[in-house]
Each structure stands twice: as C-alpha cells, then as structure tokens.
T-cell receptor, first 113, second 113 residues
C-alpha cells in the first residue's frame, strides 16, 4: 500500500534548532498539503502545492515555516528556528486533484523543548 | 477563501444512540463535501462524501445531509458503537481552478458504554 509516507514519525528538538520534515506523496497525485494538528486549533493549513507549484503558504506561518517541493515525489517542511509552541503533529497529505479524496500520512509528532 | 465551521467540538453519546455533527461553509461555489475519521494515533481517512448534486447519502450507519441553500451539511452516525469513538473532520472544496479543500476544526466523538 503506497500511501503518503512521512519521516521521521517522531522528532524532538531544542528551542532554536532547525528541523526538516519529509513527505512522499502518493505517486501520481497532483496536490500536496502540509497541515499542523493540535487539539485546540484542529487542522491548520501550512502549505499547499499543485503540480509542484506553491499555491498557498499559510500566512501566519510564513516567517519560520518553509515548505518545498523539488520534484513531484518529495516535499520537505523546514521549521527554523523552532519554538516550544511548534510542538504538534505535522500531517502531509496528497490528492489526485481537487474535489477528490485526500490521503494523509501518519504524521510527524514534533516536540520542542 | 472558503471557511468551514464545525460543531460541536466535543460530543459524547451513549452506545446505541445517534451522533450528529454539523458543518457550515461560506463559498456557494463549494460542491464537494467529504468527511474524515481519525482514530487515536492514526491518520485521517475518508469515510463518506457527498457532492452538490445530492441532498442525502448513506453508507451503512453513516448518513450525510447537504442543504445547499443554507450552506450546511451534516454527518449522522446511527446506532453508535465503541469503534465510532474518534475525531471527525468535515471539509468543503470547489472545482473552480485554484480552490483547495478546507477542513473544519474537528469533533471529538466519544461513545459511552
């Protein structure tokens, strides 16, 4: 089952560090999303790519969050510098196109101490 | 862009009774409304969806209703079971070029034995 693959599954960082989260979308999918999930805010969109082009970069997250998609099969989310409030689960998701099922990865649980 | 409001954020119902989650959206162009279920420690997965050419859809114990005039849609789980305990997310999207899928904040459903 070649679903969305995220690595690492868990990450612990010290405040001020740079961390890079990785995502491999489902092969052939056109759309890729990065979300941050917390109990309070639910799913917050960080970045959205269509055909590798950045369509949206989640306004409030611009300054320390940077997502890239160098090819259709790999994306990264860099957080620099990390802060304790960044502790959350980061979900990557992909879909074939708009108005179709979105497939989520299992997420990366980030803890910033 | 689209805004999706989801209520309630927390829902507890007795096993065997029904559970209802309500969502509203703002963009009248939205025409695809999926629901995702996220079990503890797992990624969200699509459980049912409805498109704007329908008002009602049922898959086993799941019923989705769509009221396009009021811009509201809802998920009803009949005869709830312990396995229905999870987070549920509604979403809306429109096929008009650049629009992306927008998720509600989520509902934590707990089925009491």
């Amino acid at each position: 089952d070649a679903g969305v693959t995220q690595t690492p599954r868990h990450e612990v960082a010290e405040k001020g560090q740079t961390i890079i989260l990785k995502c491999e979308p489902v092969s052939g999918h056109n759309d890729l999303f990065w979300y941050r999930q917390t109990k309070i805010q639910g799913l917050e969109l960080l970045s959205y790519f269509r055909s590798k082009s950045l369509m949206e970069d989640g306004g409030a997250f611009k300054d320390r969050f940077k997502a890239e998609m160098l090819n259709s099969s790999f994306s990264t989310l860099k957080i620099q510098p990390t802060e304790p409030k960044d502790s959350a689960v980061y979900l990557c998701a992909s879909s074939p196109t708009i108005n179709t099922e979105v497939f989520f990865g299992k997420g990366t649980r980030l803890t910033v101490v | 862009g689209e805004q999706v409001e989801q209520l309630p954020s927390i829902l507890r119902v007795q096993e065997g009774s029904s559970a209802s989650i309500n969502c509203s959206y703002e963009d009248s162009a939205s025409n695809y409304f999926p629901w995702y279920k996220q079990e503890p420690g797992e990624n969200p997965k699509l459980i049912i969806d409805i498109r704007s050419n329908m008002e009602r859809k049922q898959i086993q114990e799941l019923i989705v209703l769509l009221d396009k005039k009021a811009k509201r849609f809802s998920l009803h789980i009949t005869d709830t079971q312990p396995g229905d305990s999870a987070m549920y997310f509604c979403a809306a999207s429109a096929f008009d070029g650049n629009e992306k899928i927008t998720f509600g904040a989520g509902t934590k459903l707990t089925i009491k034995p």
